[in-house]
């Protein structure tokens, strides 16, 4: 559904479970890499199996992204997780590829988004209609809905990308 959803607007889509991201990237880029990549994962980033591999799309990045290139991280990566897949990442940390990062030179930006540094600016793009963010919105549900819905939502069904909830059912 989100590769499709990719593709929608305009981005090459690579589905992990078929082709190697990394080698995807480089035949992209003419072996050059991405400017630039982003996290959006965090700690439970996974092979096309289902395993669990916290490190996973980090190290990815740092294979596909040029040298002097940038990467954001704005997956979920917290200081503790006791549920994880791994040691590490019950401690808040991961095996990260720091050697090769650091000889590409490559720059990480992480942390929350600053949402309310940008709501306004975005809130007005969207009611001046250059920008339709709607397009991902795939259920819209009452409020008494959303154990179902964030219960399809975390297994990934087919269909459930995004869920806006309204209170006492309204807009449902």
Not at 144 to 152: G, L, N
Request: net charge negative; hydrophobic share 35%.
């Amino acid at each position: 559904d989100r590769l499709r959803l990719a593709e929608s607007i305009g981005a090459i889509a690579i589905d992990d479970s078929k082709v190697d991201p990394v080698q995807a990237v480089l035949d992209e880029t003419m072996g050059l890499g991405a400017d630039n990549g982003c996290e959006c994962v965090g700690y439970q980033a996974h092979e096309p199996n289902g395993q669990e591999q916290p490190n996973l799309t980090m190290n990815r990045l740092v294979a596909s992204v040029r040298f002097t290139g940038k990467i954001g991280n704005v997956g979920v990566f917290v200081p503790q997780d006791p549920g994880a897949s791994d040691e590490l990442a019950k401690q808040g940390k991961l095996a990260f590829d720091y050697g090769m990062f650091w000889f590409k030179g490559q720059h990480i930006g992480s942390g929350q988004a600053p949402v309310k540094k940008y709501n306004r600016q975005l809130r007005d793009l969207i009611a001046a209609g250059k920008a339709e963010p709607s397009f991902i919105v795939s259920h819209e549900l009452p409020l008494d809905r959303a154990p179902d819905a964030y219960e399809h939502f975390d297994k990934r069904d087919e269909g459930w990308t995004k869920i806006v909830l309204h209170p006492a059912g309204a807009g449902a």
